[in-house]
C-alpha cells in the first residue's frame, strides 16, 4: 500500500499496460472494419439514404431543409450508429471472440475503451463523409469554420460510442437485441443529441449570440460523465 | 407483521386517497386563474413524486446489487421499476389532461414534461431488457447497470432540455398556496406513497418467487450458481 495519489511504478506500469491493450483492440477492430469494407460501405449508404428520406418526408421546400439540416444530419448518424454498434459485437460474438479476449486476459477496460474508441472513429469518418452531402442536399452551409464543426461532430460521435458500446456488449448477448439496442440507448442519448443538434446548427447558420460554447460544453460534460460511468460498468458486463 | 400488513397497507392506502379526494375536490378553494382544472394537481403531483421514488429506489437496488451481488436487491429494483413505470405513465397522462384546457397543448416540450417522458422510456427499456435476458446472473447484472445509466442522465437530461426550450408552472412555495391546497396535496402524497409500498410489496414477491424458481434448477455447466441471497 502506498499513499493514494502517488502514482508507484508498479501503478505506471499497469497504467502502460493498459494503453497497450486498448491499442491493440483499437486496431483490431478497425482492421477488421477495413477487411470487411463491404459493411462500412453499407452502413454509409444506409446513412445517405436516411438523409434523403427526410428531405422526402419533409418536402422540397428548400428554406425548412436547410433550417433542420443538423436535426436530419444527427438522426442519418444516430440511426447508423445503431447498425455499426450491433456489428461490432455481433463480430466478437462470432466464435466466442470477446470471451477469447477475457482470457487471454486482457483487461475489461481496455476492451471497453478500444471497442468505445474505434467506433468513435468509425462514427467520425460517417460523419465527416455526410457533413458535404448534408450541406449539398439541404443548401446549408459551414459558417463557423471548419475546426469548431469537427470538434461538436467528435464529441457529438463521442457520447454516442461511450453508452453505446456499453448496451451493445449487453443487447448482443439478449434476445431482440435488434431492437433492444435503440430501445436502451436512445432515451438517455437525449441529452447528447440535443447538444450536437442544437450546436450544429449554430455551426451551420452563424451564432450571432454566442450560444455554441454552452453546447458544446454540455456535450463535454455529457462525455465526461457516460465515458467514465460506462468505463466502470463495462467489467461487470462482460464478466462471465 | 406481514399479513397485517397485507390487510392493513391497502386499506389505508384507499383511506387517504379518499380522504385526499374529497379535500382536493370539494374543501380546497379553486384556483384564481385556473380556476378547477387545477384540481389535477392533486394526483398529478404524488404521481410525479411517487415516480421519482420508485426509479430512485430501483437505482439505489441496482447500485445495491452490484457492489453485494444481492438478490433481494435485484427483486426490488426490477418490483421498483415496474411500479416506477405505471406512475411515470399516469403522471405523463395526468399532465398531459391538464395542459390542454390550461396551456391550449396535449404536449410541451418543458423540461419536466420531457425529462418524465424521456425517463419514462428509459426505465421501459429496462424492463424490456429483463424480458430479454434469459440468464437470471447476467439479467440482474445488466439490467442494474442499464437502471444506473439511465438515473445519471437525469440531471443533464433535465439541463439540456431547460436550454433548449422552457414553458411551465413554477413550483409554488407554501406562502403563496392556500393551508387547504398544501394539506389535500399532502394527503394525497401520503396516499400516493403509501399505494407505491403495496404495488411494490406484490411486485416483490412475484420477482422473489420467480427467482426462486429459476435459481432453483441452475443450468448443469455451473452447479454451485445459487448464490447467497
Known amino acids: 500500500m502506498t499513499a493514494p495519489g502517488e502514482p508507484t511504478p508498479c501503478d505506471r506500469a499497469r497504467g502502460v499496460a493498459l494503453l497497450t491493450a486498448t491499442a491493440s483492440v483499437i486496431r483490431k477492430d478497425l482492421l477488421l472494419e477495413w477487411r470487411g469494407r463491404a459493411r462500412i460501405n453499407a452502413t454509409l449508404f444506409f446513412a445517405i439514404m436516411t438523409l434523403l428520406l427526410f428531405s422526402f418526408a419533409v418536402g422540397p421546400e428548400t428554406k425548412s431543409l436547410a433550417q433542420n439540416a443538423a436535426g436530419y444530419l444527427w438522426l442519418a448518424i444516430l440511426l447508423s450508429s445503431v447498425l455499426s454498434l450491433g ?20 483487461d475489461a477496460r481496455a476492451i471497453f475503451l478500444g471497442k468505445a474508441i474505434a467506433n468513435l472513429v468509425l462514427l467520425t469518418g460517417l460523419g465527416v463523409l455526410l457533413i458535404p452531402i448534408a450541406v449539398a442536399l439541404y443548401g446549408a452551409e459551414i459558417s463557423a469554420g471548419f475546426p469548431r464543426a469537427v470538434l461538436v461532430l467528435v464529441l457529438g460521435c463521442a457520447a454516442i460510442s461511450a453508452p453505446g458500446t456499453l448496451y451493445a456488449a449487453i443487447a448482443n448477448q439478449a434476445r431482440a437485441r435488434d431492437v433492444l439496442l435503440p430501445l436502451l440507448l436512445f432515451p438517455i442519448l437525449v441529452p447528447a443529441l440535443v447538444g450536437a ?32 460511468l460506462c468505463l466502470v460498468l463495462f467489467g461487470r458486463v462482460v464478466e462471465e | 407483521m406481514q399479513k397485517a400488513l397485507d390487510v392493513g397497507l391497502p386499506i389505508v392506502a384507499i383511506v387517504f386517497l379518499v380522504v385526499g379526494g374529497v379535500l382536493g375536490l370539494t374543501v380546497a ?27 430512485t429506489v430501483t437505482f439505489v437496488a441496482s ?12 427483486a426490488l429494483g426490477e418490483a421498483s421499476a415496474e411500479v416506477g413505470v405505471f406512475f411515470g405513465a399516469l ?26 417522458a424521456i425517463l419514462l422510456f428509459a426505465f421501459a427499456g429496462y424492463l424490456a431488457l ?23 442522465d437525469v440531471p443533464i437530461l433535465w439541463f ?7 414553458l411551465h408552472q413554477i413550483q409554488n412555495t407554501g406562502e403563496s398556496t392556500h393551508s387547504v391546497m398544501t394539506k389535500s396535496l399532502l394527503w394525497n402524497a401520503l396516499a400516493f406513497a403509501l399505494l407505491y409500498v403495496w404495488f411494490v410489496r406484490l411486485r416483490y414477491r412475484v420477482a422473489l418467487a420467480r427467482q426462486a424458481e429459476e435459481l432453483a434448477e441452475p443450468p448443469e455447466t455451473e452447479p454451485a450458481h445459487t448464490p447467497a441471497p
Do not use: C
Open chain 1, 87 to 106: 456489428e461490432s459485437f455481433r463480430i466478437e460474438n462470432e466464435n466466442g471472440a470477446l470471451e477469447g479476449l477475457r482470457l487471454i486476459p486482457v
Open chain 1, 197 to 228: 443538434v442544437k450546436a450544429t446548427q449554430l455551426v451551420f447558420q452563424g451564432d450571432p449570440m454566442g450560444q455554441l460554447d454552452s453546447w458544446t460544453t454540455l456535450l463535454v460534460i455529457f462525455n465526461l460523465m457516460y465515458w467514465l
Open chain 2, 29 to 55: 378553494p379553486a384556483d384564481k386563474d385556473m380556476g378547477d382544472v387545477y384540481r389535477i394537481m392533486y394526483v398529478h403531483v404524488p404521481a410525479a413524486w411517487a415516480a421519482l421514488l420508485a426509479v
Open chain 2, 63 to 74: 447500485l445495491v446489487y452490484l457492489l453485494k451481488n444481492n438478490w433481494h436487491a435485484d
Open chain 2, 91 to 116: 403522471l405523463i397522462v395526468l399532465g398531459s389532461i391538464w395542459a390542454r384546457p390550461t396551456w391550449g397543448v396535449w404536449w410541451d416540450w418543458d423540461p419536466r414534461l420531457t425529462t418524465a
Open chain 2, 130 to 152: 429483463r424480458r430479454f435476458v434469459d440468464d437470471p446472473e447476467r439479467r440482474a447484472t445488466w439490467a442494474a447497470v442499464a437502471a444506473i445509466v439511465a438515473y445519471v
Open chain 2, 160 to 166: 439540456s432540455v431547460r436550454w433548449w426550450r422552457t
